[in-house]
């Protein structure tokens, strides 16, 4: 008995305890229901805040440019390269240019010191002297066979020999023109206006005829060439017109013809090289690098803010307010735009959708 009334105290005791649980829990479960419920009704909110309660925002269908971004860089057209040569074997003595600087058709590129434009200087020379007593023996037997001291045959025999002598003279003459030479050098001119793309010898190296001295970049030869992703490859083709906008110059929308695809992936991007023709030029620098957005049309798709969107398990998802209850929904992601938001497939126009989840849905 006296257990008993020991035990009846105890819970007297207790009562008040049990009361603030039980008010806890009921407030912890009424303010539940509030929470979602008024989400119901509750309409685009431009600047939310946490004391509005759960926000939301309509889901709103806009259109979209469809792109896909890439690491591109600037090159020459292979089509605009100027391979420059030694026309004689040699050593290279001076070269007059650096890389990127502008040159003029006939500016001096490089000096070539060789042996074979002495032996054609020498060779002018003599036949030179030649010529002359050719000429002077000539002269002399056209009086003679004008008088008839000498038969024609010796007449015709100086004319040939004078004639052998003028052309192999002229011969040399011009071998030494086109060789640009003197007295054992010949100078590399530029063929055309350019830039110097690269340069692949140092003083001091042998070259000949087969080696690559410099290369030239006629002007306005230039081509972007952007990393694409495999699976986008389908998007375009060789011959299309298209948009694209460079990291370099934001706010500057440039269009360009696809000039051909690289049938095969880089075995260290696992990207395809894609080379497109800008049809402006000027501001494209050769050895440029920069993120390229390639646009490829417009989409229709819904358009939330990225905070709204959730990902788990490999999977994207938004909570929809329906009948005043948070219903998850599986959408698929398109693609994130600018000012923090993207577009998605997979709710309604129209829809109320959970501002952020995340932060709202703590338990």
């Known amino acids: 008995m006296a257990l008993e009334k020991t035990k009846f105290k105890f819970v007297l005791h207790q009562l008040p305890m049990f009361s603030v649980i039980f008010f806890t829990l009921f407030f912890t479960f009424g303010s539940s229901t509030l929470f979602f419920s008024c989400g119901k009704n509750k309409k685009k909110v431009e600047n939310p805040s946490v004391s509005d309660g759960v926000q939301t925002v309509e889901a709103v269908f806009e259109k979209v440019k469809d792109f896909i971004k890439a690491v591109a860089y600037v090159q020459p057209d292979r089509e605009g390269v100027v391979k420059i040569t030694s026309r004689l074997p040699g050593t290279v003595q001076s070269i007059n240019v650096k890389l990127g600087d502008f040159v003029k058709k006939g500016q001096v590129l490089a000096v070539i010191k060789t042996p074979d434009t002495t032996d054609l200087y020498s060779q002018k020379i003599y036949l030179s002297a030649q010529l002359e007593q050719a000429m002077r023996l000539y002269k002399m037997k056209k009086e003679l066979y004008e008088i008839g001291a000498i038969p024609k045959s010796d007449l015709i025999e100086a004319e040939t020999n004078y004639k052998v002598l003028e052309a192999q003279l002229k ?25 110097v793309y690269q340069i692949n010898a140092h003083v001091g190296d042998l070259v000949d005829q087969s080696t690559e001295i410099l290369n030239i970049v006629r002007p306005g030869k230039i081509l972007i060439v952007a990393l694409v992703r495999p699976d986008a490859l389908q998007k375009f083709k060789v011959g299309d017109t298209i948009s694209f906008y460079v990291s370099v110059y934001p706010e500057k929308e440039f269009k360009g013809i696809i000039k051909y ?103």
């Open 171 to 195: 011969g040399v003459e011009q071998k030494l023109k086109l060789l640009g030479g003197g007295m054992g050098q010949i100078t590399i001119v530029a063929p055309l206006d350019g830039i």
């Open 261 to 363: 695809i690289s049938d095969v992936v880089d075995p260290d991007t696992r990207k395809v090289k894609v080379y497109i023709e800008p049809v402006e030029k000027e501001l494209f620098k050769i050895n440029m690098f920069f993120e390229v957005k390639l646009i490829l049309g417009e989409q229709i798709y819904a358009v939330l803010p990225q905070k709204a969107l959730v990902y788990r398990n490999g999977k994207f998802y938004v909570y929809a307010i329906d009948g005043g209850k948070p219903v998850e929904k599986e959408v698929s992601f398109i693609k994130e735009l600018e000012n923090d938001k993207v577009a998605i497939l997979g709710v309604k126009e129209g829809e109320e959708i959970i501002l952020n989840p995340l932060r709202e849905m703590q338990p």
